[in-house]
């Protein structure tokens, strides 16, 4: 018997796939005996945020990410395909009839025994997939296990901007007082630098203060640490108070004046590639229109495209980089596997990608087989791969995005072509991947 902790999106996706591969699976679920603040049912795959898994469409991450899973049998899709409302190209459910249709599908198979009530302890062999909200107790034993430095417990993520999209000719590279470089490749300056004038930086914090933020649920209301204060929290401080924060310039001359800047904005790579980089300082609450606004402002992002946005939420997820293999188990224990976004992934359709190849890898190592995971040029596989290359000492969770592929091999000016070609490179990857390994669909 394997046991799943959490009932989740992530823990019903495994469930699923190690029961279709013949393997018995006890999926503990604390809900109801031990409520949490944002769920309001005992349903299994309970959807709490919104209904929305995002897009469709090949050309968007998310979409090219439904296409994978399903392709592996996802029953998490199949539900949301059946609970399916009027929502344009996005995959959007009624959440009554979705949960409902995973709790009966879960509840109704003969090799899953749902069990009820709070999980204190690690299993082994087993698959940890509790989500944001991990109880206290089992936190409190993740802690101890993997040391506390391992489970964070507040999420401070700010906006990630696609490399190509940001402006060469307005920005500069420059470490303050050029005091780092690249890592692994010397070259002089660390960051990306976005020079401001004195009206420019009065412009962008007048439409800072007057940028809507958002306040979601009470369980998601989180308080302000210094070492994390949302970006309009800061600027209503005062007006020079990011001046003496993240937007500091002393030690950035601009290369073109020699001088510093009124204030600059910097950039840090996200990614070993280069083509994803975080706006230091720059956590935020501002509603998704109101941060593309404000920060079109800042001298070259005025064509800025996000990978993520930036948010603040209570949320519990380890340091994955630092803490787990590369198919997400302990690094002393390859059967104890964690799934969802726990470990660091973001979105309904992310946490659900790795439950599933969760499931797949229990059942093949349950069977003596070794783990396995999907191509880099997949996007499940280039989650997984951010979540084993991702700098530890800054390590924030990420979701589904065109930047964490490899580029093609040939450059293709057009956005919407280029997604699509990335898109159908990922597709045959997954394909041929499938048919290498004999990973059957466990489809519903």
Known sequence: MITIVGGGLAGAEAAWQLAERGHDVALLEMRPSAPTPA????????????????????????????????????????????????????????????????????????????????????????????????????????????????????????????????????????????????????????????????????????????????????????????????????????????????????????????????????????????????????QTRLRIPDQQRVIHLIPGLAEAEFLRFGSIHRNSYLNTPAALSPHLSLRDDASLLFAGQITGVEGYTDSSATGLVAGINMARLTDGLLPVLPPPSTMIGALYRYLREANPEHFQPMNANFGLLDDLAVRVRDKRRKRELLAERALNAMDEWRAELDLTAAAP
């Not at 968007?60 to 929502?87: C, F, T, Y």
């Not at 999420?155 to 920005?171: E, G, K, L, M």
């Open 39 to 282: 769920h309001k049912t005992d349903r299994l795959a309970e959807l709490v945020c919104s209904n929305t898994f995002k897009s469709t469409e090949l050309s968007n991450a998310h979409g090219l990410l439904k296409v994978e899973m399903r392709r592996l049998g996802s029953i998490i899709l199949w539900a949301a395909d059946s609970a399916r409302i009027p929502g344009g190209s996005a995959l959007t459910v009624d959440r009554d009839v979705f949960s409902a249709a995973i709790t009966e599908r879960i509840t109704g198979h003969p090799r899953i025994h749902v069990q009820r009530g709070e999980v204190t302890e690690l299993p082994s062999p087993g698959i940890v997939a509790t989500g944001p909200l991990t109880s206290d107790r089992l936190a409190a034993a993740i802690r101890a296990r993997l040391g506390v430095a391992a489970l964070a417990f507040y999420d401070a993520i700010a906006p990630v901007i696609a490399r190509d999209s940001i402006d060469d000719t307005v920005v500069y590279r420059a470490s303050r007082y050029d005091k780092e470089t690249m890592e692994d490749s010397g070259v002089s300056g660390a960051y990306l630098n976005c020079p401001l004038t004195r009206d420019e930086y009065e412009t962008f914090i007048d439409a800072l203060l007057a940028a809507d933020q958002y306040h979601a649920h009470d369980f998601d209301e989180a308080p302000h640490f210094e070492g994390c204060m949302p970006v309009e929290v800061m600027a209503q401080r005062g007006r020079e108070t990011l001046r003496f924060g993240p937007l500091k310039p002393v030690g950035l001359p601009d290369p073109r004046t020699g001088r510093d800047p009124f204030a600059v904005v910097q950039l840090r790579q996200e990614d070993r590639a280069g083509r994803m980089w975080n706006l230091v300082g720059f």
